[in-house]
Every structure is written in structure tokens, then in C-alpha cells.
């Protein structure tokens, strides 16, 4: 079965404090992997798709790599507007409408 | 500018009523999707549609209905037979070919009960 596991489900950082965020997966086959920041209240945001494993995407203080089990986002030197949740999901290549969301990691900056 | 737009934002239903959630996307895309977000829970897909007059039954489809009459609207009624409705609901399209298979997602419509 098709699964995406999200870790950890919560973090408290404090401001400059760099962390990672772990999404591994298991399919039978890797279409694609996403990352979205969803806000309180808000729809899911874009932030990187990864496609193969050994991929890394980069924008501002967040760097998502991909290896053939998981998947990880760095956060580095995080400032209190990172505060958000952060969410995984994956396009297996068996089914061309499917994602699997992971449930998210909450994450929060104290200043 | 482009995008998925969803209204209302706050909606409320009473007992063995129907509510209907609207979604528009101005991004030219064929694929749509209705998603419920649940506290705790990954995002599941209640409904999907590929192209105009065509949509299919996700996961947890039973107590909601959808139309595809218009490539820009895919709206979804939550009807009374969803005995569990409140929920957040996201509604999102996606582009052809690989490249463009990130979902965009709307603002979200909060469902909940009177």
C-alpha cells in the first residue's frame, strides 16, 4: 500500500536554530514528490518538487533533498515567519490523478 | 493574476441540509480536485476531474456530489447524507505533463455544523 509517514508531527525551534524535516514514503513507483507550507486558515503553498532521488531544490533558508526512501527539508537559520505547517506529499507513477499527503509537520520559531 | 478561488471561506449547514462549495480557477487547467482536511489527518481526495463533464469518486467520496460543466468550475455540494461534514475543504487543479503536476491549491472553504 501506498504510504507517505511524516516526522516529526511538531517542532519548536528557536530563531537561528537549524533543523530538518523528514517525509519518507514507500510506493511502487516515484512520479514525484512535493512540499507545500500551508498557513492557519489557508490553502497548501508550493515550495519544491523533487523528482529523482539525489535531487535538491533550494530557496532561501529551505533546501529539500530526496533519496529512494524519504525525502527531507532543511530549515536553516529559521526566523519566526518559517512558523507554519509543512506538508509531504507524492505522485506515485501507478496512478496519474493520485497524491498521498503526509499528515504535516507544525513547526514554530520563537523569536 | 492566476489562480484557484474558493468561496465562502466560513460556511455553516444545518441538519439534512445541502451546501454547495464553490471553486473557480482561472489557470487554464483540466484537472481539478476536491480535497477534506481533518486535524491530524492527511489531506483525502473526495472527488477528482480530468476534463470537462468527467470526474470520478476519490476515497471518501459518499456524501458529496460534483459538476464538471465548465473547464473553470468544479463546484462540490455536501449533501445530508455526509453525516461528519465539518472539515476544511480544498479545493485545487493541475497543468499537462510532468512538469506541471504540482497541484495549486484555494484558500479553503471551514464547513461546520449548526
Known amino acids: 500500500e501506498d504510504q507517505v509517514t511524516q516526522s516529526p508531527e511538531a517542532l519548536r525551534l528557536q530563531e537561528g536554530e537549524s533543523s530538518s524535516l523528514n517525509c519518507s514514503y514507500t510506493?511502487?513507483?516515484?512520479?514525484?514528490l512535493f512540499w507545500y507550507r500551508q498557513d492557519p486558515g489557508k490553502g497548501p503553498e508550493f515550495l519544491f518538487t523533487?523528482?529523482?532521488a539525489g535531487e535538491e531544490k533550494e530557496k532561501e533558508r529551505l533546501k529539500a533533498t530526496l533519496t529512494k526512501k524519504e525525502s527531507f527539508l532543511h530549515i536553516t537559520a529559521p526566523k519566526p515567519e518559517d512558523s507554519a505547517t509543512y506538508l509531504c506529499?507524492?505522485?506515485?507513477?501507478?496512478?496519474?490523478?493520485?497524491?498521498?499527503f503526509g499528515t504535516g509537520t507544525r513547526l514554530k520559531v520563537l523569536a | 493574476d492566476g489562480g484557484i478561488t474558493q468561496s465562502p471561506k466560513y460556511l455553516f449547514r444545518k441538519e439534512g441540509q445541502n451546501v454547495t462549495l464553490s471553486c473557480e480557477q482561472n489557470?487554464?487547467?483540466?484537472?481539478m480536485y476536491w480535497y477534506r482536511q481533518d486535524p491530524g489527518q492527511g489531506l483525502r481526495l473526495i472527488y477528482y476531474?480530468?476534463?470537462?463533464?468527467?470526474?470520478q469518486k476519490g476515497d471518501i467520496a459518499e456524501g458529496y456530489s460534483v459538476s464538471r460543466e465548465k473547464k473553470e468550475s468544479f463546484p462540490l455540494t455536501v449533501t445530508s447524507a455526509q453525516k461528519n461534514p465539518t472539515a476544511f475543504y480544498l479545493c485545487?487543479?493541475?497543468?499537462?505533463?510532468?512538469?506541471?503536476?504540482?497541484?495549486?491549491f484555494g484558500s479553503g472553504t471551514q464547513l461546520s455544523v449548526l
Open positions: 485545487a487543479s493541475r497543468g499537462r505533463g510532468r512538469i506541471n503536476e504540482k497541484l495549486f
Open positions: 510506493v511502487s513507483g516515484l512520479r514525484g
Open positions: 523533487l523528482y529523482s
Open positions: 506529499a507524492v505522485h506515485p507513477s501507478s496512478g496519474t490523478y493520485k497524491y498521498i
Open positions: 489557470l487554464n487547467h483540466d484537472a
Open positions: 476531474s480530468q476534463i470537462v463533464n468527467d470526474f
